[in-house]
């Protein structure tokens, strides 16, 4: 969680000088999520989120480097620079992508469990969706899928009660419960409090356990906050949209602090121990940033490669120049 | 070679991809059904079972994305539509994750997925089921765009489709499905993006693709009694396009005729026409021209479906002008027997 935490708010202060060209959703306050269901997962189970996507990254053990090095755009990024923040990719953790448009990864995860259950595997597809995905079609869609075939699924919904600016009372019925409406379409879901990373750890290694056993798919949806504006470095409490209040009394749940002060207090981790971890992390997350900073952009002519496995010899295809 | 039908050899093909390889899924609506998609998937769940060849909910969109997911984790999965129409609702899979994954990620893993879409004209089809739209497909870069015209490449290019690593939507026309040709045993594949030359002639190029070419055959023989002298060009895939075979033979003949299965505005004939124009302006005689549908979705009463389409008769005619010759053509009408909007008399509908 801390060191989600410190990437991103580094991110935060380095935003605004302009180097990271690209839109970037930071999931500061949301951390406990990412990282309970990342220690629950196998590094053998597959994972695909969306456009909020660096914790999970993070969480699946995904390279620090390599994501760092993608938002700054550089050729040593997870993708090659061509995907930015919001297309983060580690294969070799089973983060088997994350892409921009809302619930689009969701089918992508279900098809990733129907090729377990062909392949007769033990592993778990987890799809890291938020609150809005599940007002996207495609949702029920796959869901319906998954539970017709039985497939092991995990949809991970982090309720963070806001899309962009529109808050879930626009956009969901008052008093619906993602996880009851979910439950509707025949599998089991639960919730949890997404701010407490033991609990997200229990309920979500419950969850597993079921599903890698045959159990069928399951959701989980866990409730969380976004500390932060939808898309960029700044706090926005003042465009009004939701309440200085509202955001206090999530930012009092902060899931790192609440996490530390119980093992402070119960004589699991001293104060001492506590900062060397901070300053371990601080140690990477600056190395993280000076490997992005050093690493060269691609050169231009790779704007034109990658769009099929070979470059096809065939003219029209092939980019006809590369432009300056 | 065996002789049978396109939808035979599509079968065919389904068949020897699922024996080659125990990756390769089949799945859209009805594919198991006693019709078993115009014929072209009967029998497959009885040989490879239901796991790997299924009916699906629908969920166009959704079937589309695990179709990608399921190719991520190493499948090979085709799946079908019976109506291209149907596959709009999959516009965002297709052209968010199917043609972007390998790009996006810097080249790391591609989606060999394979999307059968069937078109259609005529027999009431009507406005939401006869769509011709390969346009829309080939203006996406990373997806391949595939339109089969006789027997042979239907098996030969489904083959090569659903072995190709990279998306490749496969066009099949319903008027084709009958069509009797030759076709090679076992494992034939045709490549993607190289014409077949199906008519030699140095007078005019025509250019078409899918149904387009059978209309266009009757043509081109019914010419090459009076003289006219065709080189017939079957494009075979419309993404890519092969333009060097196009420009050859427009170098030779001077004269491009385009033909095109869908509405005319912004369709695979302007571009290959404004291709041409761009590259092989000195060689032209006279300006390029396009017979495609008209501008206006189909109508479902036969009474308003009778000059919509083009035919042989309006081909002929067209060259005819484009050389400044007085062609005879209105016996190719005349010969045929059966009603305007039915490909032949096998046809009994409802599809």
């Known amino acids: 969680m801390k060191r989600m935490r410190l990437v991103e708010e580094e991110i935060a202060r380095r935003y605004p000088a302009g180097d990271m060209r690209c839109p970037t959703h930071l999931s500061v306050g949301q951390e406990a999520v990412a990282a309970g269901v990342g220690l629950a997962l196998r590094q053998t189970d597959l994972a695909v989120s969306g456009h909020r996507a660096h914790a999970h990254y993070l969480g699946k053990g995904g390279n620090l480097k390599a994501m760092l090095a993608e938002i700054y755009g550089k050729s040593t990024g997870c993708s090659r620079g061509k995907g930015g923040s919001m297309h983060l990719i580690d294969e070799s953790v089973g983060f088997m992508g994350s892409t921009a448009i809302v619930a689009g990864t969701i089918p992508v995860g279900v098809g990733l469990a129907y090729g377990m259950k062909c392949k007769r595997s033990d592993q778990v597809s987890c799809i890291f969706h938020g609150d809005a995905a599940v007002e996207a079609g495609v949702f029920f869609e796959s869901v319906n899928f998954a539970v017709v075939k039985k497939l092991p699924v995990l949809f991970l919904c982090e309720n963070n009660l806001y899309s962009v600016y529109s808050p879930l009372n626009v956009r969901q019925p008052k008093g619906r419960s993602i996880a009851k409406m979910a439950e509707g379409l025949g599998m089991k879901c639960s919730t949890g409090d997404g701010n407490d990373v033991a609990e997200v750890y229990a309920k979500t290694s419950e969850a597993l356990d079921s599903i890698r056993s045959g159990g069928g798919p399951q959701l989980i949806e866990f409730s969380t906050y976004r500390w932060l504006e939808h898309c960029g470095p700044n706090y926005d409490n003042d465009l009004g949209y939701r309440t200085e209040a509202e955001y206090l009394s999530w930012k009092a749940q902060d899931p790192i602090a609440r996490f530390e002060s119980v093992h402070l207090t119960g004589g699991i981790v001293s104060a001492a121990e506590v900062g060397r971890m901070n300053l371990d992390i601080e140690r990477e997350v600056s190395l993280a940033f000076e490997f992005a900073d050093a690493s060269p952009f691609p050169d231009a002519a790779s704007a034109y490669t990658d769009l099929h496995h070979i470059e096809s010899t065939v003219t029209g295809i092939q980019p006809e120049s590369v432009r300056a | ?351």
């Not at chain 2, 629908?58 to 399921?70: H, K, V």
């Not at chain 2, 005619?317 to 032949?344: N, T, W, Y």
């Open chain 2, 1 to 351: 070679m065996v002789m049978k039908t396109f939808a035979a050899a599509i079968n065919d093909a389904l068949t020897v991809a699922m024996e080659l390889d125990s990756n390769v899924l089949c799945y859209g609506l009805g594919v198991d059904d006693p019709k078993g998609v115009f014929g072209t998937t009967l029998g497959l769940k009885e040989k490879f079972g239901s796991e790997r060849v299924f009916d699906m909910p629908t969920s166009e969109n959704a079937m589309t994305g695990i179709g990608i997911g399921a190719a991520l984790y190493g499948m090979r999965p085709i799946m079908t539509h019976q109506r291209l129409d149907f596959a709009l609702l999959s516009m965002d899979q297709l052209v968010n994750n199917a043609a972007k994954w390998r790009f996006m990620f810097g080249g790391q893993r591609g989606v060999p997925l394979t999307v059968r879409m069937i078109l259609g004209r005529g027999w009431g089809q009507g406005p939401t089921h006869s769509q011709n739209l390969q346009a829309w497909f080939a203006h996406v870069p990373g997806l391949k765009v595939v339109m089969p015209s006789t027997a042979e490449d239907a098996k030969g290019l489904l083959l090569s489709s659903i072995f190709d690593p990279d998306p490749v939507i496969f066009l099949e026309h319903r008027w084709l499905h009958n069509l009797h040709g030759e076709v090679p045993e076992g494992d034939c594949r045709t490549p993607i993006g190289k014409v077949r030359r199906l008519r030699e002639g140095s007078d005019l190029t025509i250019v078409a693709m899918s149904y387009m070419t059978i209309e266009a055959v009757h043509a081109v023989d019914h010419l090459a009694l009076q003289d006219v002298s065709c080189d017939l060009i079957d494009l075979r895939s419309v993404r890519p396009i092969d333009w060097e075979a196009i420009a050859d033979s427009v170098q030779r003949t001077g004269r491009l005729l385009v033909l095109d299965s869908g509405n005319l505005t912004g369709s695979i004939s302007g571009e290959i026409v404004a291709r041409v124009s761009s590259d092989c302006w000195d060689a032209l005689k006279c300006g390029p021209q396009r017979l495609a549908m008209p501008d206006y979705p189909e109508a479902t009463s036969p009474s308003m479906t009778a000059g919509y389409h083009v035919r042989a008769e309006h081909i002929a005619e067209k060259i005819g002008a484009m050389l400044s010759r007085k062609v005879e053509f209105a016996s190719l009408k005349q010969q045929r027997k059966h009603p305007h909007d039915v490909p032949g008399d096998w046809f009994s509908g409802p599809f």
